[in-house]
């Protein structure tokens, strides 16, 4: 919901029966040294309350940090300054994560744009989310991080072997279910059980093999009934969000058709 006021989209999702929002931080939505963004925030804290809807913060902006490189800078950059400009962004999130009680704040790796090798990429990442992390556990807030495609870390294997270079309790998995069954991952229900204990944040999208498009649910290829199934069996008590990012077009269409298409699975 791109286009629209934050107030204006978190009414229009209660209204059409969601109990979560994911909110990313934009130029208009809780932006970082902005006078208005305390008022914003404390009226979105009072909004959610009212609606008893639980939220997570999302960070994919796009352009807020770099007006000419989409998603830039990101904890993978080549410039030490730049990535502590990512930091000084996620540090920000967590302050907004931690006055609406928010279940987590979801990051990602950023691309590789350099020649960096993989192990000086993995230094880069390891010292900005040490940073992060630290900050987080004084801030009581959990991050997700999401294996995207074309980043650096693009999947679960990957993740996995971040794992290795830092493992901190705050840092927990947001699970794209388009990236896994795009990227051909294996079977979604069994990645699902497989990081359950890992798992804090998922993002829901159809998708098809080999294609990294976010598609309306129905669309593509997933096995719902499968996702959900396993989310059961994981005993995820979490929020799930629909990920739609191409479809700020028609937003409150494509909210009702998600829900919609959603009910068999979250209704008795």
């Known amino acids: 919901m791109a286009h629209h006021r934050l107030l204006d989209a978190v009414e229009l999702l209660a209204e059409f029966g969601y109990r979560g929002v994911a909110v990313t931080i934009d130029h208009h939505a809780l932006p970082p040294d902005e006078p208005g963004t305390p008022d914003q925030l404390d009226r979105l804290r009072t909004q959610l309350q009212r609606h008893r809807m639980r939220t997570v913060i999302e960070t994919g902006v796009r352009f807020l940090l770099d007006p000419n490189v989409k998603h830039e800078p990101t904890l993978v950059s080549p410039s030490g300054d730049a990535r502590r400009r990512r930091v000084d962004f996620y540090r920000h999130t967590i302050d907004c994560a931690a006055r609406l009680g928010a279940d987590c704040v ?154 919609e298409y959603c009910r068999p699975w979250i209704e008795p």
Do not use: K
């Open 106 to 259: 979801s990051i990602w790796s950023g691309v590789l744009r350099d020649g960096a090798t993989r192990d000086e990429a993995v230094e880069r990442l390891r010292h900005g989310l040490a940073d992060v992390l630290g900050y987080a556990d004084q801030q009581d807030v959990t991050l997700g991080f999401e294996p995207e495609p074309g980043m650096f870390i693009d999947t679960l294997a990957r993740f996995e072997e971040l794992l290795g270079a830092i493992d901190h309790p705050r840092l927990g998995l947001t699970l794209d279910v388009g990236h896994v069954h795009c990227q051909c991952e294996g079977s979604l229900g069994g990645q699902i059980r497989r990081w359950a204990d890992r798992l804090v944040n998922v993002h829901l999208d159809d998708a098809r093999r080999g294609r990294h498009e976010h598609l309306m649910l129905g669309e593509g290829e997933i096995d719902f009934t499968e996702v959900f199934a396993a989310l059961t069996d994981a005993r995820y008590a979490g929020g799930v969000y629909v990920e739609l990012s191409r479809h700020s077009h028609i937003a409150p269409e494509a909210a009702r058709r998600a829900m």
